[in-house]
């Protein structure tokens, strides 16, 4: 009777030139999850940690946009990519490497090996925390992360809608199974606070921390839908850096230092 092969056993390699990676991910688009990830890794920075942020989303890079940056990394062998640096952030998109309206029309193997490529020969330097930006979905980037990176902890970031939650769950399964730990979910564009004074809940109530609470995950804060978070985001500076004592960035504060909790 002939036995099954032991499953294949993947070697995880940590990101040289950091101590903690920490993935940002949603599982469905359209939720703020670049916007935050970029806004949360600045909040990181306001309490001390030297941070890279990679933009893992190959098919639709923000970084660029939001951080503005517009020259190209550069390579000193033509092998290694030396990141992008601003605002102390070491910075690395494929939107760095393409013209900003070039489709990226590749197979799944071609978006493994620019995973790789972004994780092993980017020259991260000195880095506490590399905040990655995960593209939608439960595809080859995630799978690429959760088998072979070593990953210190996840963050989900969702809209309080039952149509976004449906993904997230899925996110949060997938995962789970892949041994990735997750630190906890984000309630995104929860409310909106309107010239009353009142919080108007567009996309639904208390989904997330519902979601949280099915999966026991922890909640780990509300964030609200603000004009000068998209206005910041469209500059190019986002907001826990060009203003890190609005009241939006002291949400991202208070849910950096629960993250930043978890890496000691």
Known sequence: MSQKPPPKQFVKMPINGTK??????????????????????FALQSLGLKIGILDADV???SLPKLMKINEKPKSEDGKAIIPVTKYDAQCMSMGLLVDEQTPMIWRGPMVISAI???????LWKDRDVIV?????????????????????????VSTPQDLALLDVKRGIQMFDKTGV???????????FKGDDG????????????????????????HLPIHQDLRSSADKGDPLTHSNPN??????????????????Q
């Open 20 to 41: 903690f990676t920490l993935l940002v991910s949603s599982a469905k688009g359209g939720v703020g999850k670049s916007t935050v990830a970029v806004n949360l890794a």
């Open 59 to 61: 098919y639709g890079p």
């Open 116 to 122: 790789k490529t972004m994780t092993q020969k980017v």
């Open 132 to 156: 990655v930006d995960m593209p939608p979905g439960t595809g080859d980037t995630q799978l690429t992360f959760a088998q072979e990176v070593k990953v210190d902890g996840a963050i989900i």
């Open 181 to 191: 730990n997750i630190l906890g979910l984000i309630d995104n564009m929860s409310y």
């Open 198 to 221: 009142k919080d108007y809940q567009i996309f639904g109530e208390s989904g997330v921390e519902k979601t949280a609470k099915e999966f026991n995950k922890k909640f780990l804060g």
């Open 246 to 263: 609005h009241e939006v960035s002291l949400l991202f504060k208070n849910i950096a230092e629960k993250i930043k909790q978890s890496f």
